[in-house]
């Protein structure tokens, strides 16, 4: 009797319902979310790219020169809060329809991917690899997935509190993260090793697609049931 009366207090303090959109919304926002990945984040990253370029000037070293360790450190610092930028702002745009999301969801992509390149940077430099030499677009798509999916590890606990809050299985957003992002690089490899490279960039917008395949899928079913 103790247990019961137990487990029932304990199932009064949440209440689950399922979310109150319908088949038809839940079917938009999945398709707006994989169709904005496929979009966005390879914009995001030509962007970034260009403000890695322009951070590298800024230290006097043109685009075919490797730069210095600390060169490097804050030019893909400020590359992956670019990336970060991009990718939050679409997401929350189309969280924000579904629930409260708050701006934190932007930082926490921002800053995932920043510290995540901050710390990949601090690790070479004691390695003495300039990080130049680990871009995918240098037929070298291995160790960024890694460091993709890194970031997309980090970001994902850094946005887990904000779903937490009205989402149950909310937890499973990370693993997502961290796939989706490693996928968009990874895929670069596998593409690479059919077509004998040449295509990275080009690849890369269909590891786009396949992150908001597996991310929207995932939210999908973390969505569908809520904590009030």
Do not use: D
């Amino acid at each position: 009797m103790p247990l019961t009366h137990s487990l029932s207090e304990r199932n009064s303090l949440k209440q689950i319902v399922m979310t109150t959109l319908t088949k038809k919304e839940k079917l938009g926002f999945f398709t707006r979310w994989t169709l904005l990945s496929f979009g966005i984040i390879p914009v995001s990253y030509m962007v970034s790219l260009i403000i890695v370029l322009l951070v590298h000037g800024v230290f006097g070293f043109s685009q075919m020169e490797g730069g210095t360790y600390l060169s490097q450190t804050v030019m893909q610092v400020a590359g992956g809060a670019v990336i970060g930028l991009g990718a939050g702002l679409y997401q929350k745009s189309l969280l924000k329809k579904v629930f409260k999301v708050s701006w934190a969801w932007i930082y926490a992509c921002m800053v995932g991917f920043a510290v995540t390149e901050l710390i990949v940077c601090l690790i070479l430099w004691r390695m003495n690899i300039n990080r130049y030499e680990l871009r995918f677009i240098e037929s070298n798509p291995l160790p960024e997935a890694l460091f993709f999916a890194c970031a997309g590890l980090l970001t994902g606990f850094l946005q887990w509190p904000l779903l937490r809050r009205y989402f149950l299985r909310s937890i499973y957003w990370v693993p997502a993260s961290t796939l989706g992002w490693g996928i968009c690089i990874l895929i670069t490899y596998f593409t690479g090793m059919v077509l004998k490279g040449g295509l990275s960039i080009l690849t890369f917008i269909f590891g786009a697609l396949l992150y908001g395949l597996i991310t929207g899928g995932t939210l999908m079913w973390v969505l569908r049931e809520r904590v009030l």
